[in-house]
């Protein structure tokens, strides 16, 4: 299953912060934890699913210049999990504050269902996850 989540996000914070997404984003939801050393920024986001309870999605990505923009690359993890997500995009200073374009994807692998029962699962599964996923996001670009 693969989920695909573009979004905004306008936060306040100094311009300097734009290079530094551990101080913008560490501790708030969706993030259970992101750190970075150097380029390369890693941590996972929590959601919660029904039928399925708080899972981690762990992510890699680096953090590029390209002039006045922080470009964020979605990098493969070492070794693919059951759940795992892709975080890129790119951030900017504005007068007010820090702008994000970001595009989250979501990796799970659930058993495909042979019959019209465990396809339902399936479906019920994927449907629950994607609502989860929204709400976070929209939690965390209202702030909190």
């Known amino acids: 299953m693969l989920l695909e989540k573009s979004f905004l996000l306008r936060l306040s914070g100094p311009p300097e912060n734009l290079w530094a997404p551990e101080r913008v984003f560490a501790g708030k939801p969706p ?8 380029s390369l920024v890693e941590g996972y986001l929590l959601a919660e699913v029904p039928l399925l309870g708080q899972i981690q999605l762990p992510f890699r990505s680096r953090i590029e210049a390209q002039g006045p923009v922080a470009r964020l690359v979605a990098l493969p993890l070492p070794e693919p999990l059951q759940f795992w997500a892709e975080l890129a995009g790119e951030g ?20 495909e269902g042979e019959k019209w029962g465990g396809r339902a699962l399936r479906r019920m599964a994927e ?8 709400r976070v996001l929209q939690r965390l670009a209202e702030g909190g």
Do not use: I
């Open 127 to 134: 449907v629950a996850f994607d609502r989860s996923v929204e």
């Open 92 to 111: 900017q200073a504005v007068e007010d504050g820090l702008v994000y374009r970001l595009v989250l994807r979501v990796h799970a692998k659930l058993p």
């Open 31 to 38: 993030f259970g934890a992101l750190s970075r050393r150097g």
